[in-house]
C-alpha cells in the first residue's frame, strides 16, 4: 500500500465518517423538532384546558380529573401527530379546530340538541301541570299557616291545623 492510497483511504474515511455524523445529527434535529412540536401542543392544551389557582372554579370538570390522555391514549397520540403536522405545514386554523374537538362537537350537537330540545319539552309539560301548580299552592300556604300559628298554639293544635289543611288539598287534588 502507498502513500496515495493510504491518503486516499484516509479521506474516504473521513468523509465517510462526516457523512454518518451528518445524518446523526440531521436524525438528531427531527427528533427535537418533533418533541418540541409535541411539548408546543401540549402546552397549548394545558394553557387551554387545565386549571391554575386563579381558574379553578371555571376549569374542573371530569374531563380535568381523568383526563382523555388515560381514558384513550391512542386516541391522545393520534391528535398530537396530527396537531405536529399542522403546525410544521402552519395551519393554525385547523390546528385550533383539532384542538376544540371541532368535528366532535359538530357531530354531537347534530345528534344531542334534537334529543335534548326534547327531553326539555317533555320536562317541562312534565313540570307544569295542574297536579304541580296545587302542590305549589299547598307548600305555600303551609308554609304561611305554620307562620301564623307557631307561638298561638300547642303542638297538637298545630298538628290538627295541618292536617285539615292537608286533607283539603288532597280532596281538591283527587277531584282532578
Not at 391554575?52 to 374531563?63: F, S, Y
Not at 405545514?89 to 368535528?103: R, T
Request: aromatic share 6%; charged share 35%; proline share 3%.
Amino acid at each position: 500500500m502507498t502513500t496515495r492510497d493510504k491518503v486516499e483511504y484516509l479521506e474516504k474515511r473521513e468523509e465517510r465518517m462526516l457523512e454518518n455524523m451528518r445524518q446523526a445529527d440531521i436524525k438528531n434535529m427531527r427528533r427535537k423538532m418533533g418533541n418540541k412540536l409535541m411539548l408546543d401542543a401540549m402546552q397549548i392544551e394545558y394553557d387551554r384546558y387545565w386549571p391554575t389557582l386563579g381558574t379553578i372554579e371555571q376549569k374542573i370538570d371530569a374531563d380535568v380529573i381523568i383526563p382523555q390522555t388515560v381514558l384513550n391514549f391512542g386516541e391522545y397520540q393520534q391528535k398530537l401527530q396530527k396537531l405536529a403536522m399542522l403546525a410544521e405545514q402552519g395551519d393554525n386554523k385547523e390546528m385550533q379546530a383539532v384542538l376544540d374537538n371541532q368535528q366532535v362537537a359538530e357531530r354531537k350537537n347534530k345528534l344531542l340538541q334534537p334529543l335534548f330540545r326534547e327531553i326539555k319539552s317533555q320536562i317541562r309539560h312534565m313540570s307544569f301541570n295542574p297536579e304541580f301548580e296545587l302542590m305549589k299552592e299547598y307548600l305555600s300556604k303551609r308554609t304561611q299557616l305554620e307562620r301564623a300559628i307557631e307561638g298561638t298554639k300547642s303542638p297538637e293544635e298545630r298538628k290538627a291545623v295541618l292536617g285539615k289543611l292537608k286533607k283539603m288539598y288532597a280532596a281538591i287534588l283527587a277531584k282532578r
